[in-house]
């Protein structure tokens, strides 16, 4: 049958075509049935074109409006396909991110979170046996519970009987310690109640001063004795334990010493600057220092005059103070030219002898005082003496006892008195 091609205005109509062109027939059978009348159209439109721009007459407007056609109706094409895959692959991810929907991934993925939190908690869970939980919980406890490793290990490291560990170490330390400050707190008790009795012993020794001196003075018109030892004087110190105030108003100072040590004379730290000391915080124009035992050099003696100051040993009695005194007087009379009428010579005679007679009385209660040792020494020999001649007589007594007994005679004792 022969192919007949028609016009109608701007369509061209094709009864009974037939085309042997394998290239057609090769794009054909790669695209649907359905789209084979729209692709045939189109090669149509492309060859008629072609044609055209070949110079075979046909009017180029046309083919590029038919081409424009073609193209536009591709792209229509192209756009809905695309439009159409655009919503599958919309509706497939949608269908892939609903939670809802038990094959898509975020409820896969939901479901395996699920189940691994599930899996998690457990391994968490305290009241699990086999939990990691419940495991450390029982190593804890078998560490810190009650007799557990740290406890029995503590125990054995803080027992203080136990040798060797840090906390025995340690009190035997602190024991050590504690017994130095033992023995320091005891040095120290022992040295304060040591000065606690020479300071007693130095008050008992002004007692009797302070009592020595108001007697000496008794009955003195217009004498008076003052205790300054514990009140402060014009250099702010307490040095100069009394103030003899004389009727003719002179002040002498007496400073009182109770210790065995020995007193230097001279220097900053001696006995004569210490009296200056003490005149200049008295205000007194003479010092004598008294002192209970002999410890002042050799050139000082039992009575020592050096200028306006005198130093004594007065061991209570107040000999010796007493004679300081008179020469304290003696010599702030002649100082202050109020010896009219008197024989200055002969006083300061007098007052040379008393210083001799002094010297003298200190060394025969010396000689004294170590008669009266030698003499208790020679009683304490004497005592020892008798018990020993006792003690021969009772043994005499009781082996004549013994041998009477034996011979059946009658037996006489012999007792000590």
């Not at 304060?192 to 009592?211: C, L, M, P, W």
């Not at 002498?252 to 004379?265: P, Q």
């Not at 010297?359 to 005592?383: A, E, I, P």
């Amino acid at each position: 049958m022969e192919p007949k091609v028609s016009l109608d205005g701007t369509t061209v109509v094709i009864r009974h075509l037939e085309s042997a062109d394998p290239t057609l027939a090769e794009m054909l059978a790669t695209q649907p049935e359905a789209h084979w009348s729209e692709l045939v159209e189109r090669a149509l439109a492309v060859g008629a074109r072609g044609l055209i721009t070949m110079g075979l007459g046909v009017d180029l407007t046309e083919v590029d409006e038919r081409v424009k056609r073609s193209v536009l109706v591709v792209t229509s094409e192209a756009e809905r396909h695309v439009a159409s895959t655009l919503e599958a692959a919309q509706r497939a991810m949608a269908e892939q991110l609903d939670p809802e929907h038990r094959s898509s991934i975020v409820s896969r993925t939901i479901d395996e979170f699920t189940a691994w939190r599930d899996d998690f908690m457990r391994t968490m869970d305290p009241s699990v046996v086999d939990s990691h939980t419940a495991r450390l919980v029982t190593s804890l406890n078998d560490l810190l519970g009650p007799e557990g490793a740290l406890e029995t290990r503590l125990q054995a490291l803080l027992d203080p009987n136990s040798d060797g560990n840090a906390l025995s170490v340690l009190a035997d330390s602190i024991d050590a310690r504690f017994g130095e400050l033992r023995d320091i707190l005891m040095q120290k008790q022992g040295a304060e109640s040591e000065a606690t009795r020479g300071t007693q012993k130095g008050f008992d020794f002004e007692d009797t001063i302070e009592a020595t001196l108001r007697s000496l003075m008794y009955g003195t018109r217009g004498a008076y004795v003052e205790r300054t030892s514990m009140e402060r004087g014009s250099l702010d110190g307490k040095v100069g334990d009394f103030v003899v105030t004389l009727d003719s108003g002179d002040r002498v100072v007496i400073e009182a010493k109770n210790t065995t040590s020995t007193i230097s004379l001279g220097g900053k730290g001696g006995i004569l600057a210490e009296l200056d000391r003490a005149a200049a915080n008295r205000q007194a124009g003479f010092s004598i220092c008294v002192s209970a035992h002999p410890v002042f050099p050799q050139e000082v003696g039992a009575f020592g005059v050096f200028g306006n100051r005198v130093c004594v040993v007065d061991d209570g009695d107040g000999t010796m103070l007493s004679a300081a005194l008179a020469w304290a007087e003696a010599s702030i009379a002649v100082a202050a030219n109020r010896a009219e009428g008197i024989d200055v010579k002969a006083i300061e005679d007098r007052l040379q002898s008393l210083r001799t007679l002094a010297s003298q009385v200190s060394n025969v209660r010396r000689s004294l005082t170590q008669v009266v040792t030698s003499v208790n020494s020679m009683k304490g020999t004497l005592d020892e003496m008798r018990s020993d001649l006792l003690a021969h007589v009772d043994d005499i007594a009781r082996e004549l006892n013994r041998q009477d007994a034996q011979s059946d005679r009658r037996v006489v004792e012999l007792h000590s008195a």
